[in-house]
């Protein structure tokens, strides 16, 4: 790891990310919304269930970086403003995704947090323009990339001179085919030992399947993740995108009802 320089852990010091008031890296974060942005309906009737259960950001994509051209790309800025609405109304912050770099100057005049999606992770321009957003970035990690290369993209936007960068697994694609990727908890403690900034998970993502969402949501607290971003839509059939991960909001509900628990205790553990 010889060329990284600021993202590296040297005292025991960890990154703080405050987005409104909340402190990633400190107190445990639940990001939760749909894949997309569909209708205003969608948005506030995911944004009060999420709220109600306990998250603390809303996500939503306006612009969708899709593997088929012809798949649903978005809704652009008409979808940013319903986001802006939800905002209004519950108060939670918003994590949205940015895909071009010409759109990231006004795109985060919407986002609390901009998003940087696994396929864009290495898109080095728009890091830069992140960089000098001085918006909070999640930084997803690359699908093929290895520990060290996700590091220098984070590199690249603390060194345009942005600190506020949270990482996030949301898995890698391996010989498996019955998940959707492979998620690397490993990832948590190695990122851990290796830098000072923020980490979460993405279990929607990483298996691709309802069933496993829950249990690798109490994995990532046990591996001692900042948090999650989860998938959850107010009416899983009828999403534009990735219909067959999201949870309802009542399955979210219950989940919640066990993560946060989990976590106080394990916080109440000796340390060593
Ligand atoms: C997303 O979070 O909606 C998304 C597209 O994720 P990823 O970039 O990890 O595939
Ligand atoms: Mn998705």
Redesign the pocket.
């Known amino acids: 790891m010889k060329n990284l320089k600021l993202v590296v852990r040297e005292t025991i010091q960890s990154t703080v990310v405050n987005v409104s008031g909340i402190e990633v890296g400190k107190d445990f974060v639940v990001i939760a919304g749909p894949?997309s942005v569909e209708s205003e309906k969608q948005i506030l009737e995911t944004a009060r269930a999420v709220k109600a259960a306990g998250a603390n950001m809303l996500r939503g994509?306006a612009f969708k970086?899709r593997t088929s051209p012809y798949s649903f790309q978005g809704m652009g800025i008409r979808g940013l403003k319903i986001l802006e609405k939800a905002k209004q109304e519950t108060g939670l912050p918003i994590v949205t995704?940015v895909v071009d770099p010409r759109d990231v100057s006004w795109v985060a005049e919407f986002a609390d947090v901009l998003?940087i999606?696994?396929?864009n992770m290495q898109n080095f321009s728009l890091l830069k323009e992140v960089g000098n957003s001085g918006r909070p970035v999640l930084l997803?990690r690359g699908m093929y990339s290895t520990l060290e290369e996700w590091l220098n993209c984070a590199e690249y936007i603390l060194s345009e001179g942005n600190p506020d960068v949270i990482l996030c697994e949301?898995g890698i694609r391996t010989f498996e085919t019955y998940t959707r990727n492979t998620l690397d908890l490993s990832a948590v403690p190695a990122i851990k030992e290796l830098s000072h900034l923020p980490i979460i998970i993405?279990p929607t993502?990483s298996t691709g399947r309802l069933s496993l969402i829950a249990s690798m949501s109490m994995a990532s607290v046990a591996a001692g993740a900042d948090g999650i971003i989860v998938e959850v839509h107010s009416n899983p059939e009828e999403a534009l995108c990735d219909a067959e991960q999201a949870l309802t909001p009542d399955i979210f509900s219950k989940m919640m009802k066990r993560l946060r628990p989990l976590k106080s205790f394990l916080n109440n553990l000796p340390t060593d």
């Open positions: 894949c994509g970086p995704e998003q999606g696994t396929r997803k949301r993405d993502h």
